[in-house]
């Protein structure tokens, strides 16, 4: 894998008055473009799993911008986060902690796993995940009452 990442540039002045989210925000977009093309094995098995609306009919994303920063998986309906990190975050715990700080103060629920725990307990991953959304969320029924088999006819 030979791509080189180029992070986001931050323009720290506010454009048209509506702050520096926006302004960044342009930027990011093609960054965690950047990112859903650099492939990374761990998120890619948990990704095959939660695509598509595999996890119980849940909608996520990948590489996707909050905010000023990109998270992992985002089921934005849940309002979940989910958040792989590999060894190179036991060093930037603090950093970690402010991230999810301002994931929470947006009504984000965030979940971190060890990239060595998607890849040794995918299953008990999933678990986690599946019981935080069912917390988080009544499951998504698209149908209405009479096309559920429900109601008059």
Known sequence: MNATLTPPRLNPSPLWGE????????????YA?????AHNP??????????????????FRRQHPIGPYIVDFCCPEAWLAIEL?????????????????????????????????VSDNLQGVLYRIRETLSRCHPHPDPLPGRERGLGPR
């Open 85 to 117: 990190d590999g060894g190179q975050h036991a060093l930037r715990r603090d950093a970690d902690a402010r991230r999810t700080e301002f994931l929470v103060a947006q009504g984000y629920r965030v979940l971190r796993f060890w990239n060595n725990e």
């Open 19 to 30: 702050g520096r989210v926006r302004g960044v925000c342009e930027n990011l977009r093609d």
């Open 42 to 59: 761990i998120e890619l098995t948990l990704w095959f799993h939660l695509r598509d609306r595999r996890l119980d009919g849940f909608k």
């Open 33 to 37: 473009r950047q990112l859903r093309q």
